[in-house]
């Protein structure tokens, strides 16, 4: 019933930056909260960044506080995430995630049990 699309994702070289999107489609007017979550090779789904509409509180993994902006356009009904000063250790494919059904709020924004649906992902490669 939601669909999120990411896009935005490239290669660029450490220290520059990069904004990505994703777009909801579906039923998402009751949407609570909106995640993004990135996998490096060889490692396990990471959480990056939440941002809670109904409080309007966002969140943000140690390894990206000061670096990485998430933000959305209600009428686009998208939720970017501005990465800036890139690492190499930021490279990984970063997933779009969203939370509707109203049981996912008793689990936490950095779980991925914490949101229902998920978007294919956008590869993010940064260069040394």
């Known amino acids: 019933q939601v669909q999120l699309v990411e896009s935005g994702g490239g290669l660029v070289q450490a220290g520059g930056s990069l904004r990505l999107s994703c777009a909801a489609s579906g039923r998402t007017f009751s949407s609570y909260r909106m995640g993004w979550f990135r996998q490096a090779p060889g490692k396990a789904r990471e959480f990056v960044a939440a941002?809670?509409?109904?409080?309007?509180?966002?969140y943000y993994a140690d390894s990206v506080k000061g670096r990485f902006t998430i933000s959305r356009d209600n009428a686009k009904n998208t939720v970017y995430l501005q990465m800036n000063s890139l690492k190499p250790e930021d490279t990984a494919v970063y997933y779009c995630?969203?939370?509707?059904?109203?049981?996912?709020?008793?689990?936490?924004?950095?779980?991925?049990?914490?949101?229902?649906?998920w978007g294919r992902g956008t590869q993010v490669t940064v260069s040394s």
């Open positions: 941002i809670n509409w109904n409080i309007g509180s966002t």
């Open positions: 995630a969203a939370a509707i059904s109203p049981g996912r709020a008793t689990f936490g924004h950095t779980t991925n049990l914490g949101y229902d649906y």
